[in-house]
T-cell receptor, first 112, second 113 residues
Framework: GQQVMQIPQYQHVQEGEDFTTYCNSS?????IQWYKQRPGGHPVFLIQ?????EVKKQKRLTFQFGEAKKNSSLHITATQTTDVGTYFC????????????FGKGTKLSVKP | DAGVTQSPTHLIKTRGQHVTLRCSPI?????VSWYQQVLGQGPQFIFQ???????GRGNFPDRFSARQFPNYSSELNVNALLLGDSALYLC????????????FGAGTRLSVL
């Protein structure tokens, strides 16, 4: 079945350093979503990418959707302690069900 | 406006028992999805309901069932609990059925002893 893989599994950075997490799907996606889950919390929607090659920015966060619509990335510039959490990508295939397949996430820790 | 609410927040059961988890979606949302999140993993899709009909089912055994009520709230039932069912069960609501933005509740933490 469809799989969504994320790397790295863990990332430890010094505050102010940049951070990137990568997401790859085994199949072409109709869209991809990114969520953030703080420790002890629940996933919170960040953004949705739909178009091939799409790039969206939210302040220090930059999201990209690959040209083939099979991969995506999230880049955080100059991390802050408030960025701590696990970042998940979730892909939706083009099938009729339209449910989301989540990656295993990248857990980000930021050392002040 | 209230977000997605789930009850109970925590639950401890023993093997073989059954459990019912409840979810109330955001007002106006007609789609409810259930996910299982094991520690260290991403949420895994269990069910989606829209307008009281099942619209999607993940790769879970028949011990898992769900339903949606006329007010769009939902229940997830798990029978014959196994130790491996211990997880955070998340409910998410969305406006439409096709994987629209998912708004998650705080979840129910189920421990099976």
């Amino acid at each position: 079945g469809q799989q969504v893989m994320q790397i790295p599994q863990y990332q430890h950075v010094q505050e102010g350093e940049d951070f990137t997490t990568y997401c790859n799907s085994s199949t072409t996606l109709s869209n991809i979503q990114w969520y953030k889950q703080r420790p002890g919390g629940h996933p919170v929607f960040l953004i949705q990418l739909v178009k091939s090659g799409e790039v969206k920015k939210q302040k220090r966060l930059t999201f990209q959707f690959g040209e083939a619509k099979k991969n995506s990335s999230l880049h955080i510039t100059a991390t802050q302690t408030t960025d701590v959490g696990t970042y998940f990508c979730a892909g939706m295939n083009g099938g009729s069900q339209g449910n989301l397949i989540f990656g295993k996430g990248t857990k980000l820790s930021v050392k002040p | 406006d209230a977000g997605v609410t789930q009850s109970p927040t925590h639950l401890i059961k023993t093997r073989g028992q059954h459990v019912t988890l409840r979810c109330s979606p955001i007002s106006g949302h007609k789609s409810v999805s259930w996910y299982q999140q094991v520690l260290g993993q991403g949420p895994q899709f269990i069910f989606q309901y829209y307008e009281k009909e099942e619209r999607g089912r993940g790769n879970f055994p028949d011990r898992f069932s769900a339903r949606q009520f006329p007010n769009y709230s939902s229940e997830l039932n798990v029978n014959a609990l196994l130790l491996g069912d211990s997880a955070l069960y998340l409910c998410a609501s969305s406006l439409v059925v096709r994987a629209n933005i998912q708004y998650f509740g705080a979840g129910t933490r189920l421990s099976v002893l």
